[in-house]
């Protein structure tokens, strides 16, 4: 089992959709997570670091369910500028190297 | 420089050759990271340096695959007896400090194609 998992998708919506990725983790003891984004060909950059309290930015929502080993992003009012491939990211605690998801690919259309 | 520098951006070399990738970090960023991301999957970690040390190298796969950053900047991968299977996306990044929350910045990576 990979130590972070997402669905690949693609996940393909229309301009002005609402879409949620989900995320899953297996090492209980991790310490920080966030969501990278990377566009076709292009490195990953920070997309919001995820916290426990949940976390908003713009359109852009993280949830954190550290009993579930869980995180979610949510994407409000999506753009074909949001087409992309998202990366969860988790930090295990003690180290500090990031461990990626396989990503999940988003295609907005119009 | 502004930004976390790989050279050369795209390499086409044949199998059994020796090739080095090159990644200069940020300025004064201590920790650096190297990645091979493979078409469709997410980068996986090769190896960690803080400083001129490797701090954790338990990514690289085999003892093809060596990293050294002498003077704790540059860094540079070196893949002896290139394989097919060795195509890959390598990624650099770099941070200021290990564990700094979303502190970490990744090169624009050197596409490897072993023909």
């Known amino acids: 089992r990979k130590e972070v998992e997402q669905d690949p998708g693609p996940f393909n919506v229309p301009e002005g959709a609402t879409v949620a990725f989900n995320c899953t983790y297996s090492?209980?003891?991790?310490?920080?997570f966030f969501w990278y984004r990377q566009d076709c060909r292009k490195e990953p950059k920070l997309l919001m670091s995820?916290?426990?309290s949940g976390n908003e930015d713009g359109r852009f929502t993280a949830q954190l369910n550290r009993a579930s080993q869980y995180i979610s992003l949510l994407i409000r009012d999506s753009k074909l500028s949001d087409s992309a491939t998202y990366l969860c990211?988790?930090?295990?605690?003690?180290?500090?190297?990031?461990?990626f998801g396989t990503g999940t690919q988003l295609k907005v259309e119009l | 420089g502004a930004g976390v520098s790989q050279t050369p951006s795209n390499k086409v070399t044949e199998k059994g050759k020796y090739v080095e990738l090159r990644c200069d970090p940020i300025?004064?960023?201590?920790?650096l990271y190297w990645y091979r991301q493979s078409l469709g999957q997410g980068p996986e970690f090769l190896i960690y340096?803080?400083?001129?040390?490797?701090?954790?190298d338990s990514g690289l796969p085999n003892d093809r695959f060596f990293a050294v950053r002498p003077e704790g900047s540059v860094s540079t991968l070196k893949i002896q007896r290139t394989e097919r299977g060795d195509s890959a996306m390598y990624l650099c990044?770099?941070?200021?400090?290990?564990?700094?929350?979303?502190?970490?910045?990744f090169g624009s990576g050197t596409r490897l194609t072993v023909v």
């Open positions: 990211v988790v930090i295990f605690r003690g180290g500090n190297k990031l461990t």
């Open positions: 090492n209980s003891a991790s310490q920080s």
């Open positions: 995820v916290y426990s």
């Open positions: 340096f803080q400083g001129t040390g490797a701090a954790d």
């Open positions: 990044a770099s941070s200021a400090s290990p564990g700094n929350k979303g502190g970490y910045t």
């Open positions: 300025s004064g960023h201590t920790a």
